[in-house]
């Protein structure tokens, strides 16, 4: 019998709200940078890249439904294009 609990793999635990906030920037992301449901190796990226940046604190998911003007980049990651938003890291006052 395993032990369940321990787990090699990251976890996330999110509430219903910010689960729903999440998917509204995952949807406004792909929007904005012209990623289409077809695509479904760019949506996966773009998942993945999301919630690498939530599970840094680097995405504020209030901003989720305002468009953002930041400029993007294209970048290769384990085999993978990845297209990535540039954002000023500091604290916005």
Do not use: W, Y
């Amino acid at each position: 019998m395993s032990n369940l609990s321990q787990s090699n793999h990251p976890t996330c635990i999110v509430t219903p709200q910010e689960l729903a906030l999440i998917k509204r920037k995952f949807d406004c992301t792909c929007e904005e940078l012209g990623v289409f449901p077809e695509d479904e190796s760019a949506r996966r990226s773009l998942g993945r890249a999301l919630m690498a940046a939530l599970a840094r604190g680097d995405v504020d998911l209030e901003d989720a439904s305002t468009p953002s003007s930041a400029a993007t980049e294209t970048l290769r990651f384990e085999g993978e294009e990845l297209v990535v938003a540039i954002v000023d890291p500091r604290p916005r006052h």
